[in-house]
């Protein structure tokens, strides 16, 4: 009997990975590719993954045992429901069904499987293209919030050129992908592609240099 796939499955640990790290694993559908960023199970599995189609590709019809949550990179997703353009964000509560199919551009989406609290019920789109940016906890953040549940927190913030942050903690841990400029903290620099998952109370003090920053941030769920 085989082992159900494991990759970076210790949410104890901190993790990190660049873009220059991605290694595309082929899905069972042509054209469609997968970068694992974290997964526990097979096929079907909790999991953490980029994932890149190819202009007119597609992907067979499955339902959403766990849910489905994605942030659309680059192209347009589309699915039976509607075309979702760069910058779109997507909840799919448990059950939910559909059947990808991509268009000439192509596309390339974040999206987390079998995260969904049970009571989670929420379906959800949002155009960020279109949508409010809010002042944040100091000057030079701004905030766009995607996704509350109990203690789990999803948003996008915009980081200005040089903008300096607190040192804190991040409770129920914190899991970023850097979506334009560059990142900063006391352990290195993050540029656009990069993810970090960081565990439970964990801390870090993040800032930006002169090309600022847009990070996609989910915290309390760890």
Same mark, same amino acid.
């Given at each position: 009997?085989? @082992?159900?796939?494991?990759?970076n499955d210790d949410f104890g ?10 290694? !595309? ?15 526990? #199970?097979? *096929? ?13 590709? *597609? ?13 659309? @990179? ?13 910058? /779109? ?18 596309? /390339?989406? $974040? ?10 019920? *929420? ?7 279109? #949508?409010? !940016? ?24 915009? !980081?200005?050129?040089?903008?300096? $942050? ?6 129920? #841990? ?6 334009? #400029? ?12 990069? !993810?970090?998952?960081?565990?439970? $109370?964990?801390?870090? /003090?993040? $800032?930006?240099?002169?090309?600022g920053a847009t990070i996609y ?6």
């Open positions: 009997m085989s @082992l159900e796939m494991r990759v640990l901190r993790v990190v990975v660049y873009p220059d790290q991605y290694q !595309w694993v082929a899905s069972p559908m042509p054209g469609v590719q997968r970068m694992m960023l974290d997964r526990i #199970g097979d *096929e079907i599995a909790r999991a953490t993954t980029i994932v890149r189609y190819a202009p007119n590709s *597609e992907f067979s019809a499955h339902t959403h045992g766990g849910g489905e949550e994605y942030f659309v @990179l680059d192209g347009v997703f589309s699915d039976e429901t509607g075309d979702y353009h760069a910058g /779109t964000y997507v909840r799919n509560p448990i059950g939910s069904s559909h059947s990808p199919r991509i268009g000439s551009q192509g596309a /390339t989406i $974040f999206v987390k499987l079998h995260q969904f609290a049970m009571d989670d019920s *929420e379906q959800k789109v949002i155009n960020s293209c279109h #949508g409010h !940016w809010h002042p944040g906890s100091i000057s030079g953040l701004n905030v766009m919030p995607l996704h509350t549940y109990s203690n789990e927190h999803t948003a996008l913030v915009k !980081w200005s050129p040089n903008t300096q $942050f607190n040192t804190h903690s991040h409770s129920g #841990g914190e899991e970023i992908l850097v979506l334009e #400029g560059t990142l900063y903290d006391e352990r290195g620099m993050y540029p656009k592609g990069s !993810w970090l998952r960081s565990p439970n $109370f964990s801390q870090h /003090t993040p $800032f930006t240099k002169d090309d941030v989910k915290t309390g769920h760890l």
